[in-house]
């Protein structure tokens, strides 16, 4: 706190006697430096944003290399064409050729005085990240699901129009038993991340012959595989993945960095939100008392429901 009586944080927005209403999304990428998962790809020659490349697009290019994805005829721009001719004859590509490949993260774009609420209902649609512009067409930073929510979460007391769902479960919001995609810890790698591109997720549940979660594949796991260039793994079934980037992690850093990905039906709105910003994760596992996976809340699913109490 300064002389001033003005809190200061990391994203450089001072909070104290904030009309939350008139908060902009410029304001929330201030001395940002660091761009991680997902950057835009700019074409010097048409001076403008092209797409968004991240470990969706990496993936789904891994995938066309390997010959387990095929892209529809009706799909093929005169790019993706280029691309896949590219990729059969093992040349090298240019990145913004690659960039959206996935289709998962085109490039959304909103300008810095944008308020919060606005793109908050953004995400809520489904959108992972927005460039913030400034008035000269230039990116100031990018604004992510998991930044938002991170920011409502630590000033959530200067929001009261939120406190009441807080309290709230996942089950009467209508969030424990939404529809699941899984595959068996048996199953190979390569045929998750088939799922997981041709359904159009970032991460799959891992169970056991019995339904009992194991774990989950998503796209974290694909960058620690590209970043530690474990590409052999790729082969290996879903739930050896599961135990040796556990055991990686531990590794790296020293400890035990693999998070319990699950909640009740019976959790509160606020725990679920406090576990996601946690652990850093897009989506929870909702579990029953035998440990069976009964439903799926994500990121998205948060956004909906604070899309419905914040202005835009």
């Known amino acids: 706190m300064d002389s001033e009586g003005t809190n200061h944080h990391r ?33 010097a020659q048409k001076k403008t944003y092209v797409g968004m490349f991240d470990y969706s697009d990496l993936m789904a290019y ?34 913004k050729l690659a960039a959206d490949l996935s289709g998962k993260d085109p490039f959304c774009s909103v300008m810095a005085e944008t308020r919060l609420g606005a793109v908050v209902s953004n995400f809520a649609t489904g959108i992972h990240r927005v460039a913030v512009m400034d008035s000269n067409g230039d990116i100031k930073g990018i604004l992510t699901q998991s930044s938002v929510l991170d920011f409502l979460l630590r000033h959530l007391s200067e929001f009261p129009q939120l406190q009441p769902v807080m309290q709230q479960s996942l089950q009467q919001l209508g969030l424990s038993n939404s529809k699941v995609l899984s595959v068996n810890g048996e199953a190979q790698v390569l045929e998750a991340l088939v799922l997981m591109s041709n359904s159009s997720v970032s991460s799959l549940a891992v169970l056991d012959d019995q339904g009992v979660l194991l774990g989950n594949v998503s796209m974290t796991d694909i960058q620690h595989i590209m970043k530690n260039l474990k590409t052999s793994w790729l082969w290996l079934s ?4 599961v135990s040796k980037v556990k055991m990686s992690r531990g590794v790296e850093t020293g400890e035990d960095l693999y998070p319990v990905l699950d909640v009740t039906a019976e ?11 946690a652990t850093k994760v897009h989506r929870l596992w909702v579990v029953n008392e035998l440990g069976l996976v009964e439903g799926v809340v994500s990121l998205t699913d948060v956004f909906r429901v604070l899309s419905t109490l914040l202005d835009s």
Not at 267 to 277: D, E, R, V, W
């Open 238 to 241: 879903c739930f050896q993945l």
């Open 11 to 43: 994203e450089g927005l001072t909070t104290t006697h904030h009309d939350w209403s008139m908060i902009q999304a410029g304001t929330l990428v201030e001395n940002q430096r660091v761009i991680q998962i997902s950057a835009p790809v700019y074409d």
């Open 267 to 277: 959790a509160t709105f606020g725990y679920t939100l406090s576990k996601l910003q």
């Open 62 to 95: 891994l995938l066309i290399i390997l010959k387990k994805m095929e892209v529809p005829l009706d799909d093929q721009s005169v790019e993706m064409h280029d691309l896949i001719e590219k990729t059969s004859k093992s040349q090298t590509i240019p990145v």
